[in-house]
Antibody, heavy 115, light 107 residues
């Protein structure tokens, strides 16, 4: 059974850093595309970053230069390092398997950026 | 970026009704479109991929159609568990973008 479990969210001051983790089971993350999708409170969905099976990465313009996606194949875990956080980064962050379409999602972790 | 526009933003319907939701892309995306259902406090769930393909485990009352720039999601014989928000997503080119959502509410 495919399962994705995010962790690492919380309250952080503007300018701070957080690292989100997404532990996967039931499949091998390095064999697939994996992505992070966020949803601001009461808002729609935004794909912020994707890592290809080959290791190439993509970032939305809104996070480029501040966020870094990575994976640890030995732990079958996806990460999102978030630096220079802003109030507008406040959202629930979901990790998802991304075979062009997001077919499996985690439960999400809330990142709240506020002073 | 490809803009995805959904209409209507909300629709009221009764159990047993058929509802049709629309998604329009700002440029031709061929059939690179997915539909998701999201309930409050939950992650989205994939319903339809490649515009017309039903994801495994999704009831057959959900169907998708369209290609190019205009797409529809039809829910036949609406069930109580179908009241939710529905999003479309294009996967033709990065950045993959979502529509703003259509909320299906109980009349």
């Amino acid at each position: 059974e495919v399962q994705l479990v995010e962790s690492g969210g919380g309250l952080i001051q503007p300018g701070g850093s957080l690292r989100l983790s997404c532990a996967a089971s039931g499949f091998t993350i390095s064999s697939d595309y994996m992505g992070w999708v966020r949803q601001a409170p009461g808002k729609g969905l935004e794909c912020v970053s994707v890592i290809y099976s080959g290791g190439n990465t993509y970032y939305a313009d809104s996070v480029k230069g501040r966020f870094t996606i990575s994976r640890d194949s030995s732990k079958n875990t996806l990460y999102l390092q978030m630096n220079s956080l802003r109030a507008e980064d406040t959202a629930v962050y979901f990790c998802a398997r991304a075979l062009y379409y997001f077919d499996y999602w985690g439960q999400g972790t809330l990142v709240f950026v506020s002073s | 970026d490809i803009q995805m526009t959904q209409s209507p933003s909300s629709v009221s319907a009764s159990v047993g009704d058929t509802v049709t939701l629309t998604c329009r892309a700002s440029q031709d995306i061929s059939s690179s479109l997915a539909w998701y259902q999201q309930k409050p406090g939950k992650a989205p769930e994939l319903l339809i991929y490649a515009a017309t393909n039903l994801q495994s485990g999704v009831p057959s009352r959900f169907s998708g159609s369209g290609s190019g720039t205009d797409f529809t999601l039809t829910i036949s014989s609406l069930q109580p568990e179908d009241f939710a928000t529905y999003f479309c997503q294009q996967a033709d080119s990065f950045p993959w973008t979502f529509g703003q959502g259509t909320k299906v509410e109980i009349k």
